[in-house]
């Protein structure tokens, strides 16, 4: 159950009501008091801050409880989440301070016209001369926001704010989100190209199937900096991580397993794509309609193109049909499709990553009993599948060695590298995917990223620690 935290700000009358009576009605409401600040003492009447903790389902019900209870004066009711976000989330900050007219002169102008003349000369300079080395654009059109769905630019600015966080926190990488107001491809491609001269790397997010498919497909082929949809295959690259490591736990090889994925959109391609590419040999993609089959044919070019890989099975059936005997199902579609006994079966050592949020597709409690390893997109239960594990070491990578593009080998590299910070020591049922807040997965993931970029040509230059 999802929990939020909340400030109330109450005025108590002395004569009426004391504090056990507060602290009680809270409790009754579902709320867990975890701190109080005396704003202003009195004798008579006392202002007091209480912070509470409580399911976000109960919230309005605590404030209900105490703003019926007598002696009470509710002022005000502040989220803390929404305090975080006040004024937004990131600042620009210079580099060095402006103190004087010299320093003026050679941070703007007359300086700065010998710094232009010479990227003007040769435009590679801008990675040593400007911010181009270390900026990444993350740009949205807002119409994909996970959980939320199409909710428009302005309202997707906080989540792309809060992912220019983790960029700079885990990876000291400067992110700024760039929220576009069309849903027009076109106008998509042709605006992040404009503005991509300052950026190293492109970032795209929560951009609605089909449409991502061919905006990060021209972009990539159009743009010499990387441009990666994360959605995509920052969820691929975590999912494939956490399933070599389940595969190690239950003691299966990931060329003889049968795989189920349910959700055939922007990230279930790029899961089936990665499996593929990492070696399956019988997968099952499904969407709402039943099994994508080999030889079939399709409106969507994408599962046209699933139709033709030999790996894919032709079996045709709906998702419970096609669930009978596999050894793995990944979910990564919507809430409550499945319960215990479609799970049940499934082939014995059962690995079930049921992705969707903040439902997922089977609920984990009902699961657990009946499966070896569940992984969920949920913090609350063990093995979290979360794309913060992926994207900051990658980018971080590529933009070390000036990467062109990030490919498939790259890809793979970083999930084989997450997936080793977990040793075989650490390695259960519980434990298959590594915290975001382990410092090695960065260090592991821009490592890898940056060895298969110099393998396979498209890294332009080679980091000091690499020579």
Partial sequence: MAQTSIIVRLELDHGKVTFGDVASAISMAGGDITSIDVIRPGQDTSVRDITVDVAESAESDVVEALRRQEGIKLINVSDRTFLVHL??????????????????????????????????????????????????????????????????????????????????????????????????????????????????GINLEDIGSPRCFEIETRLAEELDIPVFHDDQHGTAVVLLAGMLNALKVVGKRIDQVRIVVNGIGAAGVSVCKMLLAAGVKRLVPVDRDGAIVRGGTYEQPMWNWLADQPQVEAAEGGLKDVLRGADVFIGVSRGGLL?????????????????????????????????????????????????????????????????????????????????????????????????????????????????????????????????
């Fill in 339 to 467: 319960n215990a006994a479609d799970v049940a079966t499934m082939a014995p050592d059962r690995i079930v990553f049921a992705l969707a949020n903040p439902q997922p597709e089977i609920d984990p409690e009902e699961a657990l009993p009946h499966v070896r390893v569940l992984a969920t997109g949920r913090s609350d239960y063990p093995n979290q599948i979360n794309n913060v594990l992926a994207f900051p070491g990658i980018f971080r990578g590529a933009l070390d060695c000036r990467a062109r593009r990030i490919n498939e080998p790259m890809k793979l590299a970083a999930a084989r590298a997450i997936a080793s910070v977990v040793s075989d020591k650490e390695l259960n049922e519980q434990y298959i995917i590594p915290s975001i807040f382990n410092e090695q997965v960065v260090v592991k993931v821009r490592h890898a990223i940056i060895e298969a970029a110099i393998l396979t040509g498209t890294a332009r230059r080679i980091p000091p620690d690499f020579r």
């Fill in 87 to 200: 004024g937004g989330k990131i600042a620009v900050q210079p580099n060095m301070p402006v103190r004087n007219r010299d320093d003026l002169s050679r941070v703007y102008t007359p300086g700065v016209a010998k710094v232009c003349s010479a990227i003007h000369e040769n435009p590679n300079k801008a990675y040593s001369l400007t911010i181009k080395r270390n900026t990444v654009a993350v740009v949205t059109d807002g119409t994909a926001v996970l959980g939320l769905g199409d909710i428009g630019p302005h309202a997707a600015a906080p989540v792309m704010e809060g992912k220019a966080m983790l960029f700079k926190q885990l990876a000291g990488v400067d992110a700024f989100p760039i929220c576009l107001d069309t849903k027009d491809t076109e106008e998509i491609i042709r605006t992040v190209k404009a503005i991509s001269p300052i950026f190293g």
